[in-house]
């Protein structure tokens, strides 16, 4: 069939067919994503049993909750990212620090604190290296935003998270800190490791027909909001890690990326309670001021809330 053939079809089977209330929006996306699948399966001649395979292949990455992996795994949710920096480009929205994603993993509900956290629970002190990060929110021309909201979660040393893997306690590796009045925020926490894919898990047998691995490297999730700034989205991927620049979910960007220091100072170590050398990384945000009519940086998934 031609695409005009096409079209002429799904138009008989589901549109000329309703009966009851259309929602327009829904319509309109179904009907174009149909005609697009009809001619793909013209086009490279997809065989009935590849259809199923790939319908089966949904049901199964769905019952294993891996849609929202799979979408960061195919690029999926960076490519949302670059059409979001388009479209705040076009409403003359630039500057701030980066977005990237949010990725599968955030948990609603983490314990909340002004200025000060300590994420980890303490079981891997023993031998993950402790990490200090600090860092100011400010807007664009540098004056410091106090009370700002400074949602923080990252995986621990087998690059697992909370919530999803069951071993750890309860909101380990998430907190929410708000700024203290001079715009700052300390988390006090262990260095992550980088997440890797599930090996047996329906988005690593995709990323394997496509012979790709499905690793990321060491990162820090965030979630910025203050009264009339814009919610920034984003994280700092660490400096050094292998998979810095070859992240399976294609995270890391210009200006996200942390520098690590390594503390060994007696003086510091006593001045944050600690004994033995830490991680130290500086990271600050820079919000952009909410302006009418801009879209919205807002994102509405199905998020889990514990
Ligand atoms: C992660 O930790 C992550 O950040 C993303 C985007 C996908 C899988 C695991
Ligand atoms: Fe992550």
């Given at each position: 069939m ?35 699948l009809f ?8 065989s009935?049993?590849?259809i ?33 920096d ?70 621990n040393?087998l690059?697992?998270y ?34 890797g894919?599930p ?27 203050a ?37 060994t ?31 919205s ?10």
């Amino acid at each position: 069939m031609n695409r005009q053939q096409i079209d002429a079809l799904v138009q008989k089977m589901n549109v000329d067919t309703a009966t009851g209330d259309v929602d327009l929006r829904i319509q309109k996306i179904v009907v174009r994503l149909l005609g697009d699948l009809f001619q793909a399966i013209e086009d490279l001649d997809i065989s009935q049993t590849e259809i199923w395979k790939g319908l089966e292949y949904i049901t199964d990455a769905g019952q294993a909750n891996e849609l929202g992996l799979l979408a960061a795994g195919l690029g999926l949710e960076h490519y949302l990212d670059l059409r979001a920096d388009e479209a705040d480009a076009k409403a003359g929205l630039t500057g701030g620090t980066p977005r990237t994603i949010e990725g599968p993993l955030y948990v609603s509900g983490a314990p909340e604190s002004v200025g000060f956290a300590r994420l980890d629970d303490g079981s891997e002190s023993n031998h993950i290296d402790t990490l200090i990060i600090e860092g100011m929110v400010t807007d664009v021309d540098g004056c410091i935003i106090p009370n700002a909201k400074v949602e923080i979660w990252h995986a621990n040393g087998l690059g697992n998270y909370s919530f999803f893997d069951k071993a750890q306690s309860e909101f380990n590796l998430r907190r929410t800190i708000f700024t203290d009045a001079d715009g700052k925020y300390t988390a006090l926490t262990t260095m992550p490791v980088g997440y890797g894919c599930p090996p047996e898990g329906t988005t690593q047998a995709l990323l394997n027909k496509l012979g790709r691995h499905g690793n990321r490297p060491s990162h820090v999730h965030y979630f910025i909001s203050a009264p009339d700034f814009r919610k920034l989205t984003t994280q700092f991927n660490i400096e050094g890690d292998k998979y810095l620049w070859d992240d399976f979910a294609f995270a890391t960007r210009d200006g996200l990326i942390a520098k690590v220091i390594e503390i060994t100072d007696e003086a510091e170590l006593s001045r944050h309670g600690l004994n033995k050398p830490f991680k130290h990384i500086t990271f600050n945000f820079e919000l952009i001021k909410e302006v009418d009519q801009a879209p919205s940086t807002e994102v509405d998934r199905r998020r889990v809330s514990a």
